[in-house]
């Protein structure tokens, strides 16, 4: 396995979400609140009920504007099905699920081209009454279950023929919900109360639901819950107190209880970050929302620190205390994506992003290898004057100089054998020197972005026409906005 850490700063990306967005007369500050990734694009929710939907590969973003415009993003999530589907919880309670078509691939026929598709988006009003806080998606991207602080979970089923959805609460927990997963059918469900499992019956209209362990929990607590693979089969993963998780079946069933108490207060490994805080936060006391991770590892996050666990071996494999907090996280694969504060984003992982690797950085092998860096070069041997060797006297005694003869010839030949054993090495050498000779002269056929050349003269401004709103609400036809209207103009 690679080491885990941060490969890169962010700054670029955080630096395309404006500092402040203008509502009527007033400037609001902008602030990030939620985010959520996929290997192609990032999805950042921010206070102003706006998403920016950022493309990592061309380095584009783009504008979503919620119903309202102005309500606070609370939590974001994102499915890659035929088309991607971003689902966005609102303060107040409201859903917003934008349906976000993908780029057809360059190989289809010209009329599929010419016939793009807008951006959608669906609302969903009413059902939820407080801050919605957990969002899960099914793998097909038609059904989306909500929770909320006061322990409601809503099941939103989407109809893309007929461009509508369907709403309905399945069950209420009456505690804030903490974590949901979704495996084969089966909902799972963490509130700060306890943990359950939801089947459904009688087609969907009716849940089963059945506790995960019998002992009830002692105190209130964010613990986090999800399936995950171990030791080869599908299990539930369960947060205790005390640095303790349960492992359970489909029905609840507990199977085992890990204990990882002695293993924290032994020195664990620290993930290396570019900006570290001065002074690392104390270990929490116990485990928080759980996230799979890779293969066979689970990330946890507890009171601003982030610990990497190994369920199989029994072992801590890195800790994160050296962030100043953590507002959310998002984990997909083999990344993990923290929001440290307001305007700080934060990616650690086991490789560098590969959607923003420059071409040096793809051909590193020619300026990195494996042998050792240090060259052994020919031995250097003082020489006689020219003058003193015609005389037949040596710098150091008036005897004919037989000894610098000597050394002289053993040096030569020394050196020639040392030649003709390299000759293979020499080839790697030139074979090596003229592929980054290539590769500089790739990098000098690329085009320059044009807007770092200084010209001088005063800007003229161009006039912008009217454009169509490119997000289409379900059941409205689309409105011609203004360039310098709230919405999803940019």
Known sequence: MNMLREWSPLVELVN???????RGLLFHDVSITCIDLVPEFIAIGTNVGLVFWYNRKSGEIERLATEGGSQELTSVRIISTVDYMVAVGCREGNLNIFQIPKTPPPDVCA???????????????GLHR?????????????????GDTAGAVVLTEIGYASKTCQSREIINERYEIVQMDLRQGKLLVSSSFRTVICSPEDGGQRWR?????????KMLAPFGAVFATVHGKQQIVSTRSGFRLWLADDEGNVAQTLIFKELMRAPCPEIGLLNPSRNPIRIPTTFGKLYPFEANQIVSVANGALFLLDLERMAVVGTLTRLRHILDVAVDRNEILILENARSLVRI????????????????????????QVVLADECYEETPVEMIRNGESPTSSAPGDDDQQ????????????????????????????????????????????????????????????????????GQIPKEVEPDDATLGS
């Not at 407080?130 to 909500?146: D, H, I, P, Y």
């Not at 590969?354 to 020619?366: M, W």
């Open 130 to 146: 407080a801050s919605v806080c957990e969002l899960v998606w099914s793998k097909n991207g038609m059904r989306l279950f909500s």
């Open 209 to 217: 639901v059945a506790q995960v362990g019998k002992k009830d929990r």
């Open 349 to 372: 992982a086991t490789l560098p992003d590969s959607s923003q690797t420059t071409i040096v950085l793809k051909n590193l092998e020619l300026f990195v290898s494996a042998e050792s």
């Open 16 to 22: 395309k979400i404006p500092a402040s967005v203008q």
């Open 111 to 125: 009329e599929l081209l010419l016939k793009a598709k807008p951006i959608e988006r669906y609302t969903v009003r």
């Open 407 to 474: 050394t002289l010839a053993s040096s030569s030949s020394s050196s020639t054998d040392r030649t003709d054993g390299g000759g293979g090495d020499d080839v790697r050498l030139i074979n090596s020197h003229m592929k980054k000779l290539e590769l500089f002269e790739t990098l000098n056929e690329l085009k320059y972005d044009e807007s770092i050349l200084f010209k001088s003269g005063r800007s003229h401004r161009r006039k912008h026409r009217p454009k169509v709103n490119p997000i289409v609400e379900i």
